[in-house]
């Protein structure tokens, strides 16, 4: 008994050697595969949720949403998505996971159709559905482009590597750029009041290349301690850890404040290129992941990278845009009637509708959080 149970040990402890050698000589395959499963699952969580949110709007006697089984649902998945997603920093190149959030794009458009019931009128099919699938067809040549020429070296993310790369001169010249850059950008935005959409989402990718590097540098060294050595124990791990957090509040607020002015495919489409690109150019000099890559390979590469940008433009280049709401009808909505000064019916809106005002159903106010939480995907 003694022996075959000694036998069966040394058997568990062979297969997980193996596992391990697959895992550390498949390093790109393993975080791709993991980078495009957490993509797909974030995308059918927020469709899910979304789903629950218009239900509960067309019920007559409404309830809370996280009171509902499909809502926490859409949550659980939604967590077990970011998790792989987190993971797969620590086994592929920043610059392979990065662009790969537009997996993200193709799965929700589709699960917009199918899921959601999301239907185009006959005369819109052509104008709209056409591009939708020609986006479609242009983001996934483009990524089997990026993947297939991606950069292939992938250093093993201890302590002392980290190290080495936050005190290199590279990083701290790209570090006080973006400072500075940051800064008169957030003067203009703050001071200035220009809130153009280019000037805030630049500010969102300004800090998203920071929120990457500390996410790998985090995810890398925590996978480490898994396998091998601990570094855990590393004061750098605690470091970025913080920076991560700070910097995905920032940006957090940002994607709100931009919610609130612009239309949502628009912000999606602008935001995934820049936060690809800034995470790009930041993997390529903090982790110096093309630096034994030849000429071709870094060029189909970025080939891949601008096809999925403009497939991604297409898909949401004619996205419905919502109408806002009104809370209060004014007297020249009245078919046939015209006046000059045309006062409202309904109270004031002051905050929080009043008597006699259209209902605002609160149970539904939680859409513009998912809308954030879509749209931050994309920094990481």
């Not at 973006?178 to 280019?198: E, H, M, P, S, W």
Request: hydrophobic share 50%; glycine share 6%.
């Amino acid at each position: 008994m003694h022996t075959k149970c000694c036998k069966q040990l040394s058997c568990l402890w062979v297969t997980l050697q193996s596992l391990i050698f697959v895992i550390y000589t498949q390093e790109n395959l393993i975080g791709t595969l993991l980078a495009i499963f957490g993509n797909l699952l974030v995308s059918i969580s927020v469709s899910i949720q979304k789903q629950s949110h218009v239900t509960l709007a067309g019920n007559k006697d409404p309830k809370q949403y996280y009171y509902t089984k499909s809502w926490w649902s859409g949550l659980m998945l939604m967590v077990l998505g970011e998790g792989a997603l987190f993971v797969s920093y620590a086994f592929a190149p920043l610059s392979l996971i990065a662009p790969l959030n537009a997996v993200s794009v193709i799965s929700s458009s589709i699960l917009g159709f199918l899921f959601l019931r999301e239907k185009w009128k006959a005369q819109e099919f052509l104008k709209r559905y056409i591009l939708t699938f020609l986006g479609c067809v242009l983001t996934a040549g483009g990524t089997y482009l990026f993947v297939t020429f991606g950069p292939n070296s992938h250093e093993k993310l201890n302590a002392e590597n980290i190290v080495k790369h936050v005190i290199g001169w590279p990083f701290l010249l790209y570090l006080l750029l973006g400072i500075i850059t940051f800064c008169l950008v957030l003067y203009f935005y703050k001071q200035r009041d220009a809130n153009y959409l280019v000037l805030i989402l630049l500010l969102v990718a300004l800090l998203g290349s920071v929120t990457v590097i500390t996410v790998k540098a985090v995810s890398g060294m925590i996978v480490l301690s898994i396998l091998g050595p601990l570094q855990l124990s590393y004061p750098i791990f605690y470091v970025m850890f913080i920076c991560m957090v700070a910097t995905i509040v920032f940006q957090a607020s940002f994607l709100a404040q931009a919610s609130h002015l612009y239309d949502s495919s628009l912000i999606a489409c602008v935001n995934y290129i820049f936060c690809t690109t800034f995470a790009i150019v930041a993997g390529a000099i903090f982790y110096q992941e093309f630096y034994h890559e030849d000429v071709l390979h870094i060029c189909m590469f970025l080939l891949g990278c601008t096809i999925c940008f403009l497939g991604v433009f297409l898909i949401t280049k004619n996205k419905r845009k919502l109408k806002g709401f009104e809370p209060y009808v004014t007297m020249d909505m009245v078919k046939g009637m015209t006046c000059d000064i045309c006062w409202a019916v309904q109270p004031d809106y002051n905050g929080s509708f009043s008597y006699g005002a259209l209902e605002n159903n609160d149970s539904v106010a939680s859409v513009p959080t998912l809308l954030v939480v879509e749209m931050y995907r994309c920094l990481l």
